[in-house]
């Protein structure tokens, strides 16, 4: 039988102890294959302690090497104390050579993930010394050393760890030789895990500067192999050379253009975080704000208050001073842009004005002596405003002043707004108040609220003093004879007396009133 055999040869390393050359040849693969159990056991057993007291030949050696290799299932779980008795064999012989061992070559021996951590723990060390000890060579001689450190495990030793930072640093001085060679060193190590360590070193500590050194990185005749190791450097490295590659020739990508490239590279391919932010735009922009035309889009893709909380908010401040329409999506983002801490004086109070202005209309914010105060101030403040950005303010204004209540107007002295203002608020203010549906509305109401139409009468009476403007007599002017002539059809006498009354309560001038009135009819009769 085949059992016997092996067993066999197993015992008749006994009558050979002490005398290598008589010693027991190594069993093949077909010895073993009808062994298991106890049998199985003991031929592993006696060949192991046979290799562990030094008894067997390199001849011996290298065929127990090749049968553990081939061994799988069962076999290969019974032979992993043969695999790791040869291990320590020939590492014992590296020893005494004064060489470091290469664990690598004894991948696919049998030896179990817990024999590995034991090898590793005793060899790393001596790795790792003897790497550290050659760091104070120039760096192409560090190869060999790293490699058989790596080979080992020496994963958390002082020596590859100051090797990595060393190739790093290297790495960030493209302009020194010390680059060269420490591509040069990875390119020949070919170790996937440790490039991507040292390519993430080169972020720890992170530095605008050293973004820069990045880029320098990148357009270095090394940027070809950074490049080429672009899926394994954090988002950081890849943004930097890529934005180094993509600025340069054949694309040639500057601004708004670049910046929407490299969101390529980013997850979900949007600016979801500060962080992200600000590199993408020191990438792009450095220290200088966008220019005007891409500000609107730089906005949209990255959010007014992503923007705001990465502290750049100032750096596009020219929409708002400078819109090309005014527009609800200028208004939003003026509203977001209010709360940046950053923003001049000047700006802020140029984004506060038109979401006032807004919020007037809206009925977010109420028309009263506060918000046109604050209305007066801040045009007093933003004076002169760009001709879009003034339009817009005063078509707002004017609607919010034509559809407030007018006795809202009289009280919060929206009147001082009126006398003085330009063509875009009259304009707009004018359109509301002589539109058709208004107009129906006021003649439908007015004469059941004397007190309104009363406040009506006081806004566009005739003005004559110092400061009201022509524009302003013409406007009030139509509005009577347009828009509160035609309730006058309405009144009776009762109600003609509620006016009066109130207008009286008011300290206004009731003969002007009735004077008025009696223009009206006798153009009417």
């Known amino acids: 039988m085949i059992s016997g055999a092996a067993t066999g040869r197993a015992h008749a390393k006994g009558e050979s102890e002490g005398d290598p050359r008589t010693a027991a040849p190594a069993p093949s693969g077909a010895d073993l294959a009808g062994l298991g159990g106890d049998s199985l056991r003991a031929v592993v057993e006696a060949f192991t302690q046979s290799v562990s007291r030094g008894e067997t030949d390199p001849r011996t050696l290298d065929e127990l090497d090749r049968l553990c290799r081939g061994l799988d299932g069962d076999h290969a779980l019974a032979a992993r104390p043969l695999a790791l008795a040869l291990v320590r064999r020939r590492l014992d012989a590296a020893r005494t050579r004064g060489t470091l061992p290469d664990l690598s070559a004894f991948e696919g021996l049998p030896l179990g993930q817990e024999a590995w951590r034991e ?111 672009l899926d394994d450097a954090p988002l950081t490295v890849r943004l930097a050379a890529a934005a180094a590659r993509w600025s340069g020739p054949p694309d040639h990508l500057r601004g708004a253009q670049l910046f929407d490239r490299l969101t390529e590279l980013l997850p979900g391919n949007r600016v979801d975080n500060v962080k992200t932010l600000k590199l993408l735009w020191r990438l792009v ?116 002043l034509a559809g407030a209540n007018p006795r809202d107007v009289r009280e919060a002295h929206g009147l001082q707004i009126l006398v003085i203002a330009g063509p875009h608020l009259l304009r707009a203010y004018r359109a509301h108040l002589l539109d058709g549906r208004e107009c129906e509305r006021m003649e439908r109401e007015l004469p059941d ?73 006798q153009k009417e009769g």
């Not at 596009?316 to 208004?331: A, F, Q």
């Not at 004397?450 to 009468?457: D, K, R």
Request: charged share 30%.
């Open 119 to 229: 090898l590793r723990e005793e060899y790393g060390a001596r790795a790792d010394d003897a790497l550290r000890a050659r760091l104070r060579d120039a760096i192409p001689a560090w190869t060999e050393p790293l490699r058989l450190a790596l080979a080992v495990g020496a994963d958390g030793g002082p020596g590859l760890a100051e090797a990595m930072d060393r190739l790093a640093s290297a790495l960030l001085h493209p302009e020194r030789r010390d680059c060269r060679h420490a591509v040069q060193v990875l390119t020949d190590l070919n170790h996937v895990a440790f490039t991507r360590r040292v390519l993430r070193l080169l972020i720890v500590d992170f530095t605008e500067r050293k973004l820069d050194r990045l880029r320098e990185l990148a357009n270095s005749p090394q940027g070809d192999w950074l490049w080429s190791h």
């Open 285 to 400: 922009w450095r220290n200088t704000p966008p220019d005007r035309a891409e500000q609107p889009w730089v906005a949209r893709t990255c959010t007014p208050r992503l923007i705001v909380e990465a502290g750049l908010g100032r750096r596009v401040m020219g929409w708002v001073r400078s819109p090309d329409r005014c527009d609800t999506e200028l208004v939003e983002f003026a509203r977001v842009m209010r709360s940046d801490g950053q923003l001049g004086a000047g700006d802020r109070d140029t984004a506060d004005l038109l979401v006032t202005a807004q919020d007037l209309v809206d009925g977010r914010l109420a028309l009263s002596k506060a918000s046109v105060g604050r209305v007066r101030e801040l045009n007093r403040k933003v004076l002169p405003l760009q001709e879009v950005l003034r339009q817009g303010v005063d078509e707002r204004l004017g609607r919010a």
């Open 449 to 521: 609220k004397p007190h309104e139409l009363a406040a009506y009468y006081h806004i566009w009476r005739p003005r004559r003093r110092h400061g009201v403007t022509p524009e302003w007599r013409e406007v009030a002017a139509e509005l009577l004879d347009h828009a509160l002539a035609p309730v006058l059809a309405r009144l009776d006498d009762h109600r003609l007396g509620q006016v009066a009354t109130v207008l009286e309560r008011e300290g206004q001038d009731v003969q002007e009133w009735t004077a008025w009135r009696h223009r009206v009819a």
